[in-house]
Every structure is written in structure tokens, then in C-alpha cells.
């Protein structure tokens, strides 16, 4: 996208300020006006952009000159995006651009929504949309033209079948603590708070199914759990919705035993972009496994919004661990500690979790949580079984350690202990920012298979030393996914652009070593690129094919994926 066109997230805003940037930005109007030819990537010979700009625009019906000069230099960003060759796909993308005029929404569809809601459920201040415009990534707040809080799965149905008809996009928010921009409203439209929607049903301890709704956290689940006798362990650190989780396919420290949501969603309901619900393995099911026909509910999860809005996730609950152990201990070299991680799983130990941390984030760690670890790369492990299981599992963990040079367990055998040690883990983020006060963050995401782990990790630690950046390093190398928190200064356009290529760098170098460019965060607005390459032209053609038959007015979180 044209680095220097106003984004998005200026979508909504009227008045001199947006005046000002418009009148800024008449030169990017005048460089596009040239004829520039769209057929090395269109087979549209002849045509240009100013042919494709003005074909569009004229399409629309502006109240004023404000908002066609807004809506244009929208058009001028997208037509840029398509030109540099990110959207190769001519149909697909005048379907994207045809968008609806922008600026504030009309006032019947208002109406309409608070028709269904109620007007106390209904805001279009800027400071609550504005709130629900960004998430904790780097991405730039853009805040979504209006927010609405249905109260049942009923009331969203209609409310997107009221976008549906206006043609104004529909941005699904939970907790908002997503790191890949899944939230900002790039096309401005109405965000779909679904955090009051929060009750847990259909529990069944002997089938280890339940079903919650959007506004239920993972936190608040085990509380209602505690004295079943059972848990839901997918725990990606922060306290999110277990439908958004499910929405953007999140895993965590416990992923290496237990899975991602992708192993333990069993049935999704879904409100689709019309404001028809799906039960993607029909209504009330929840069976172990199943035969038929294709797996509608693999699609959604992972699916980030741009299919449909998850309003009720059924899900596989686990049996609670008899014991429970962990423990922390030192390398002497990054090498070592991954190596360990290879070998404890080749072994075959159940851990329940294996963490790694380099020496900066340890020192992080211990300064933000008050802990008092060898800085050095080091390993957080945990155990699940009986007392008898876990005494044999902790032998095999140990030999292995000290094989690879590793220090002699410290151990955190009670509950508020190994509290201590997983919060300080999952603090990691917040301690990596404290490095530097002001600062702003991007935590990368790759995946590779666990036997190339030792590689890119070494490869990684010397990538950062020699850019110049500072970037912890932790993981889940359980599974062969790790992140570096980047840590920068918003201020410093250099720094930016020294952490955007580094992190392009790592996820091509995951990708050349058969992994993934994003293991649990998503893909957001900031890895559509890399979906490209690690897919392929077919497969990226396929998943637009599959977005334009169950959201054919791309409505549904536009802007995000694809």
C-alpha cells in the first residue's frame, strides 16, 4: 500500500483536520492520475488506474466533496495495493473496492441498529470506537464507524443481516488482545462487541464437552470447571474469548500435550454475513469424532472473522492432572537448551509444557516479575500424571538436561510457586516491553518442524545481534514455535524499518525450512505477503474462492487474510 496515501483509519473522520490531510496528500492524486497499465497483473490491456478509479467512484453517490476527495484517496491506497502485485485476482478485487461511500453512517441504518439492541447498546462516540479500532499490535488504531453489543446469537443475526443489506462491514471484537491487527476496522463499519454474550451451557462432564459463548474468557471457564474435575487447557497467556481463540486458531504453553483450538473445538455456531447461523457439524452435536462430509468446522477456526461471526464454540475438556510438578533450568548456550527440547520429545516424555527463554528475556523476566533465575537460555517445564508417572518422567527429563549441560533442577512443586513461575512466563511480553519505557512492540510468530528448531533459533539469536535490534527471544518450542518481542521506538522510522525486515527475514527463513510464518498469532493485516508464499497461487485462489461464496460482499472483516 502507498506508504504516504492516508490509511484507513482516518475512515469515519470529517472536519478541517481531515481537510488538512487531504489537501496534504493532492500530489499522491495528481502521480496516480498518470496512466499506469494494470496488464502485467490484470490481462486488462488498455485499461489504467485513473480508468479503474473513476469507473468506481462514479458508481457512488457523494453528499459532498469532503467525502468523495476521503473516498478516493481510500481507492488510491487499495488500487496501489493491487498494482504492486499483492491482488492478482481482477474480479475478487473489484468486489474488494467497491466499496460504500465513506464517512459517518446513514442515519436509518443507526436506527435500525438500535431498533434491535436498544439505543444504550448502540455507540458512535469516537472515544468507544476508537477503543475498539486497536489491539495490541503495532498496527494503527482504525476505528470502526460504530459498535454495537448484542445480547444473544438472535440479535446478531439480525444485526448482520441489517449490514448485510446496507453493504457495511462487520468487525467481530472480544478482548482485544490479539497481536496481528484482527480488529481495526480498515473499512470503517460496525464492530460487533460480543463480550456480553457470556454464558456457559450444554456442559457435559461425562461426554468432556461445553459450550460457551463470545464473552466467556479461558479464566472464566476453568473457575466454572474447578470442581468437576475437569479443565480446558489451550492457555495463549493473555485471558482472551474462547470463540475469538477459536476465531484465530491460538495455542500457548500448553499446546505440546493437549493441542491447539484446532484439536479441541468440536462444533462451532457461526453467523454468517447475511445473518443466516450455521452449526458447522449441526445443531447440538458434539461427538468424538466424525466422517461426514467436509469439515466446516476446521474452516472457521483459524478463519479470523473473514468468514463469519462465532457465536458459540462447543469444545473438548480434559481430565485434571492427579499431580502436577514444574521446574526451571539453565543452559550454557542457546543450542544447548533447544537441542534439550528435541531430545526430551524424542524421547518421548508427556510434557505437559517446555518453554524456552534467552538470556535477555530471563533478565527481563527477573527484573519485571521479581524473580531471581540464572540469566542464561533456560527452560520452564511442566508435568501431568500420577505421582508415581511423574517421578519416572522427571528421571528420563533429567538425564537428558544434564546431558546437554544443563543446571540441576529448581523446582516450583506447589501451586502458588508454579502460579509465580507461569505468570512470569506469560508476562514475558509486558517485562520485554519494560526494557525500554515508551516503547512499542511486535512479537514475531514461526513455526518449523521441531528438528529444525535448533537451527533457526541459533540462526535468529545472531540475526538480532547483528541488526542491532532488541528481541527476546521465548517459545513454545514444544511444538517448534517461537517469538521474538521486538522491541522499538514508534518514533524511530529507521528502527521500524530495521524490525519489519527482520521480521520478514525470519518468517522466509521458516518458510525455507518447511515451517509456517505464523504458528498461533494469524495472519492479521501484516503477513498477507507471506500467506502467498507459504501457500502458493492456488491455494491463495482457493481461500478467496471459499471468502467470496460465503461472504460475497467481503463484509466480514475485510482487509484481514487476504
Not at 539469536?461 to 514508534?490: A, K, M, Y
Amino acid at each position: 500500500m502507498c506508504q504516504q496515501c492516508p490509511s484507513a483509519m482516518y475512515i469515519g473522520q470529517t472536519g478541517q483536520s481531515l481537510r488538512k490531510r487531504i489537501n496534504g496528500h493532492k500530489s499522491d492524486i495528481r502521480n496516480h492520475n498518470t496512466q499506469k497499465p494494470v496488464g502485467e497483473h490484470f490481462n486488462l490491456s488498455g485499461h489504467s488506474m485513473t480508468d479503474l478509479r473513476v469507473a468506481i467512484l462514479q458508481q457512488k453517490n457523494f453528499k459532498n466533496r469532503l467525502q468523495r476527495e476521503t473516498a478516493e484517496l481510500e481507492l488510491i491506497c487499495k488500487l496501489d495495493t493491487i498494482n504492486s502485485g499483492l491482488n492478482k485476482d481482477w474480479e475478487w478485487s473489484l468486489q474488494t473496492l467497491n466499496l460504500s461511500p465513506l464517512g459517518q453512517l446513514p442515519g436509518e441504518l443507526v436506527e435500525a441498529l438500535r431498533a434491535v439492541v436498544g439505543s444504550q447498546n448502540v455507540s458512535t462516540a469516537l472515544a468507544v470506537r476508537e477503543q475498539h479500532g486497536r489491539d495490541e499490535s503495532m498496527h494503527r488504531c482504525s476505528p470502526p464507524d460504530a459498535v454495537v453489543w448484542p445480547q444473544d446469537v438472535e440479535q446478531v443475526s439480525k444485526l448482520a443481516g441489517i449490514c448485510y443489506s446496507h453493504s457495511v462491514p462487520i468487525i467481530p471484537f472480544s478482548t482485544g488482545t490479539g497481536l496481528e491487527g484482527g480488529i481495526t476496522a480498515v473499512r470503517g463499519g460496525v464492530c460487533f462487541n460480543l463480550t456480553r454474550m457470556d454464558r456457559i451451557t450444554a456442559l457435559s462432564t461425562e461426554d468432556f464437552t461445553v459450550a460457551v459463548e463470545p464473552g466467556v474468557t479461558r479464566k472464566a471457564l476453568n473457575s466454572y470447571l474447578r470442581d468437576t474435575g475437569l479443565w480446558f487447557p489451550v492457555d495463549p497467556g493473555a485471558d482472551a474469548s474462547l470463540c475469538g481463540m477459536a476465531a484465530t486458531s491460538a495455542s500457548g504453553t500448553n499446546a505440546v500435550r493437549y493441542g491447539t483450538m484446532r484439536h479441541n473445538v468440536i462444533n462451532l455456531q457461526v453467523v454468517l454475513a447475511d445473518g443466516r447461523v450455521l452449526h458447522t457439524a449441526g445443531r447440538g452435536r458434539h461427538f468424538r469424532k466424525s466422517a461426514a462430509g467436509y469439515n466446516l468446522t476446521g474452516l472457521f477456526v483459524g478463519s479470523e472473522g473473514t468468514l463469519g461471526l462465532i457465536t458459540q464454540a462447543t469444545l473438548r475438556l480434559h481430565g485434571s492432572p492427579e499431580a502436577t510438578v514444574a521446574a526451571v533450568c539453565a543452559f550454557p548456550s542457546v543450542h544447548a537448551a533447544v537441542g534439550c527440547t528435541v531430545q526430551v520429545l524424542q524421547a518421548g516424555i508427556p510434557m505437559a509444557r517446555i518453554e524456552f527463554l534467552d538470556d535477555v528475556m530471563m533478565a527481563a523476566c527477573n527484573r519485571f516479575s521479581g524473580l531471581s533465575y540464572t540469566v542464561s537460555p533456560t527452560l520452564f517445564l511442566e508435568f501431568h500424571g500420577s505421582p508415581g508417572s511423574l517421578e519416572e518422567q522427571v528421571r528420563q527429563a533429567e538425564e537428558i538436561v544434564q546431558l546437554n549441560g544443563g543446571s540441576d533442577f529448581a523446582w516450583a512443586r506447589d501451586l502458588e510457586a508454579r502460579n509465580k513461575l507461569w505468570a512470569a512466563r506469560h508476562n514475558a511480553w509486558y517485562a520485554a516491553l519494560a526494557l525500554r519505557p515508551g516503547s512499542k512492540g511486535y512479537s514475531t510468530d514461526v513455526c518449523v518442524p521441531i528438528s529444525r528448531l535448533p537451527h533457526i533459533v541459533g540462526e535468529t539469536h545472531r540475526d538480532l545481534q547483528e541488526s542491532g535490534l532488541t528481541g527476546p527471544i521465548v517459545g513454545h518450542v514444544g511444538d517448534g514455535n517461537f517469538h521474538c518481542l521486538l522491541v522499538f521506538d514508534p518514533a524511530d522510522l529507521a528502527e521500524i524499518q530495521r524490525v519489519k525486515e527482520f521480521a520478514t527475514r525470519l518468517a522466509r527463513q521458516a518458510l525455507a525450512l518447511d515451517g509456517t510464518c505464523t504458528g498461533e498469532h494469524g495472519i492479521g493485516l501484516g503477513k498477507r505477503h507471506l500467506l502467498r508464499e507459504e501457500i502458493g497461487e492456488l491455494g491463495l485462489t482457493i481461500m478467496r474462492q471459499i471468502k467470496a461464496t460465503l461472504d460475497p460482499k467481503n463484509l466480514m472483516n475485510p482487509g484481514k487474510v487476504l
